[in-house]
């Protein structure tokens, strides 16, 4: 009996490496491909040549600048912010960590074009305060572009160190107090050498998720002439003349980096790590502020609340709501009409229901299949489960445009075979090879939660391997599957790289029609569909949350 199953379970999962093999591996392969054979044979010198290219040299330097620079500007933000909230008498306002997930949660293109419209020359920015002429213009630089894109991410860095300063007991601080150490000593002997790790982590998934974004430096950066990793390859991918070698030949490059930083990451983690939670008790350090601390702490969450969520969202509503752009905040020039146009024209609707779709389609598969891999690498041993659940794992660790590039190139040569690019079908499965990752990480931590007395115990009682999983297992990893689905739901319906890159001719996504709306002048209507945008992934959340906290309590 237990040798019927052990062959059930490699079955599948040898049907689950070929399907990952296809879906992921092949598109990725097909990239290296790409940028180094040529003709049927491997060169390598036209690959090198492309990328020491002065034009591709400088588009390298420049990303990486940018991603050192967001790092640094992310800590800047994140650091004390993350010492506030987990420090000081602001950690019982809960409500802020919540608050402080919008940046986010907005998608960086809405946000950077709701920064452009309140900074660009007679912008909101001048219509409030006239009397500062063109002092807002000079946002349009290197240091603009930085700042953007570190309010987008610095959330990732600030909910690490402030779990990390949370582990830190109380004990360490007071025995640095006790032997003379002032607060500045004690940040740089006891806090800082014990962050170094998460740090490490938090600073490794910014300067990636900088390397691999690509809506602010294509609607800010472009403006500016600054050029990275993503807007090239996107450039050279859907610009005549099309280069796909130069897209997989900077693709290979952007991967290579990615990895070698996790690689780095690892290596800096495991030589910085401490061991802070054990079984004995510890409580939480407290710092009490003053109440001319407390006024500055307060303000210094204030100006973060500000500039990273009223400015971009004020922008976006107050600009979907104007009648006529050139009377700009004018009384009397505020409409809904915008929105009335989104929910009665054709093309609006048809964008809508596209994202609906293509958002509810990918989460669906990814569930399915996400849910089977973990189940199944979870009854399995051996080298075999490794393969499967690290290659499902892999394109959480790649940048986005490389795996659309790779599935553009893999499924454009099988064409014959299988006719599915250009196609709605192609958005799909490449919603579903990238947020694949979501469902197997978040089903996998609700298996961690389940003992396995209880499914020997459903055995033990008679019960079938179908009856015990649909009876015990599936609703115990239930709130796993709705968290990824959810999640992959809101990520999907905002996603702006992946359509602009396949979506068949003369389709639009909630995204993609935001941008083209925005390029062609009708700024407001583009902005109607951003707040909408905004709301039903914002509502989505919601949701999930709501019954999160339901299943919770019952």
Request: aromatic residues 12%; proline residues 4%; positive net charge.
């Amino acid at each position: 009996m237990r040798s019927t199953s052990t062959w059930k379970t490699n079955g599948i999962l040898w049907v689950l490496l070929l399907l990952l093999v296809g879906l992921i591996l092949c598109p990725l392969i097909t990239v290296f491909a790409r940028a180094v054979i040529i003709d049927g044979r491997l060169d390598l010198s036209q690959a090198w040549s492309i990328i020491a290219d002065k034009e591709n040299l400088q588009t390298i330097f420049n990303s990486l600048l940018l991603g050192v620079c967001v790092v640094l500007c992310s800590t800047v933000i994140a650091a004390p912010t993350a010492y506030l909230l987990a420090r000081t008498q602001l950690a019982k306002h809960r409500w802020m960590d919540i608050v402080f997930m919008v940046p986010f949660m907005t998608p960086p293109y809405i946000a950077s074009m709701g920064w452009i419209l309140f900074m660009q020359k007679r912008g909101l920015f001048q219509q409030l305060f006239p009397m500062t002429g063109s002092f807002s213009e000079g946002f349009f630089s290197f240091g603009g572009l930085v700042l953007v894109m570190s309010l987008h991410v610095f959330p990732f860095l600030m909910t690490m160190l402030k779990n990390a300063i949370l582990n830190i007991p109380a004990s360490l601080e007071e025995s640095g107090a006790v032997f003379g150490a002032g607060f500045g000593m004690r940040i740089r002997k006891i806090f800082a050498p014990l962050l170094t790790g998460n740090y490490a982590i938090g600073a490794l998934l910014v300067f990636v998720k900088t390397l691999s974004e690509y809506g602010t430096p294509y609607t800010l950066g472009r403006r500016i002439g600054f050029y990275v990793f993503t807007t090239d390859i996107h450039r050279y991918s859907t610009t005549a003349p099309i280069d796909f070698g130069r897209s997989a030949s900077l693709s290979s490059v952007l991967v290579c980096i990615c990895m070698g930083l996790w690689l780095l990451q690892n290596y800096i983690t495991n030589r910085t790590s401490y061991r802070l939670i054990s079984g004995k008790g510890s409580r939480p350090a407290r710092t009490n502020l003053s109440k001319g601390g407390m006024a500055l702490a307060w303000l210094w969450v204030a100006v973060v609340v500000i500039v990273a969520i009223g400015i971009p969202y004020f922008s976006i509503i107050a600009t979907s709501l104007i009648k006529l752009r050139g009377y700009g905040l004018a009384a009397g020039n505020f409409t809904f009409d915008h929105y009335q146009e989104l929910f009665t024209t054709s093309k609006s609707l048809d964008a809508i229901w596209n994202s609906i779709f293509l958002a509810v389609t990918s989460a669906t598969i990814c569930s399915v299949i996400g849910t089977i891999v973990v189940l199944t690498v979870r009854r399995a041993k051996g080298f075999l489960k490794k393969v499967v659940e690290g290659i499902s794992l892999l394109p959480e660790m790649l940048p986005g445009i490389v795996m659309v590039i790779g599935i553009m190139l893999f499924w454009n040569a099988i064409y014959k075979v299988i006719p599915l690019y250009n196609t709605m079908g192609i958005m799909v499965l490449a919603y579903v090879v990238l947020y694949l990752p979501y469902t197997v990480q978040y089903v996998t931590s609700s298996f961690t939660q389940i003992n396995e007395n209880l499914i020997q115990a459903g055995r033990t009682f008679g019960g079938s391997p179908a009856y015990v999983f649909r009876r015990v297992t599936l609703p115990m990893i239930s709130k796993g599957i709705l968290a990824g689905w959810m999640m992959i739901f809101i990520i999907s319906f905002r996603e702006l790289v992946t359509a602009s890159l396949i979506a068949p001719p003369n389709v639009l996504v909630v995204s993609t029609y935001i941008n083209r709306e925005f390029e062609q002048g009708s700024v407001s209507l583009g902005m109607a569909m951003a707040v909408l945008c905004v709301f039903i992934t914002t509502t989505a959340l919601l949701i999930m949350n709501a019954v999160a906290d339901r299943k919770k309590a019952a």
